[in-house]
Every structure is written in structure tokens, then in C-alpha cells.
């Protein structure tokens, strides 16, 4: 199983950036989809998350209004929008599959990770 994420980089403080996770390897449209964020210092924490049909999502409150995640199954992949950032979400994103409940944000409850992608927001 291979969770490959793109799309972070560099952006401003109120800017946007668009995060993807190319899976393979996995029944991809079985799985349950993950973005957890983990910034120097601190433990990864749960972003958002997308159920395996793509009809439910679910957010950490301090990125509602602000983050879409989404999925295509026909691609095997799953995009994070990440809109009006904040410095606050400078951090390595990960993408993450699993088969637990939606609301589930343990990182332990995911079965597959990506390698993370840097996101740096400037101030």
C-alpha cells in the first residue's frame, strides 16, 4: 500500500493551498480517508476526514469553514483544500487510510499512511 501526498509548500497568511493523496495498493473506495497535520514539538493531531463513499466528512473545529476535504474513488485519491491559512497551520500534513469510524480521530485508528508534505504559512 502506497499513500503518496503533494501540494504543500509555501503560502501567506489568508492564502490557499491544495493538498492531494494518490493511493494505491488498497481498495481505495473501502477505506475511510484521513488528514492529520503534525507541527515541530507536537503530537499529529486529526484534521479531517472523509467516509469511503465520500457523502460524510468531518473537521477539527479549528479548520471549519476554512479546509474541504474531498475525494475522487475513479482516481484513487483524496485533496485537502486548505483556504484562509493561518500561521498557526505550518505543520507536516499526512495523508491516512483506515476502516474505523469517521469520528474516530486517534491516529491509531488508521491502518495506511502517506509520507507527509510540508506546509508553511508566513505571517
Known amino acids: 500500500v502506497q499513500l503518496q501526498a503533494s501540494g504543500g509548500g509555501l503560502a501567506e497568511t489568508g492564502g490557499s493551498l491544495r493538498l492531494s493523496c494518490a493511493a494505491s495498493?488498497?481498495?481505495?473506495?473501502?477505506?475511510?480517508m484521513g488528514w492529520f497535520r503534525q507541527a515541530p514539538g507536537k503530537e499529529r493531531e486529526f484534521v479531517a476526514a472523509?467516509?469511503?463513499?465520500?457523502?460524510?466528512?468531518y473537521y477539527v473545529d479549528d479548520v471549519k469553514g476554512r479546509f474541504t476535504i474531498s475525494r475522487d474513488n475513479a482516481k484513487n485519491t483524496v485533496y485537502l483544500q486548505m483556504d484562509s491559512l493561518r500561521p498557526e497551520d505550518t505543520a507536516v500534513y499526512y495523508c491516512?487510510?483506515?476502516?474505523?469510524?469517521?469520528?474516530?480521530?486517534?491516529?491509531?485508528?488508521?491502518?495506511?499512511w502517506g509520507q507527509g508534505t510540508q506546509v508553511t504559512v508566513s505571517s
Open positions: 491516512a487510510a483506515g476502516r474505523s469510524s469517521l469520528w474516530d480521530k486517534s491516529y491509531k485508528s488508521y491502518d495506511y
Open positions: 495498493g488498497l481498495t481505495f473506495s473501502s477505506y475511510n
Open positions: 472523509i467516509i469511503w463513499g465520500g457523502g460524510n466528512t
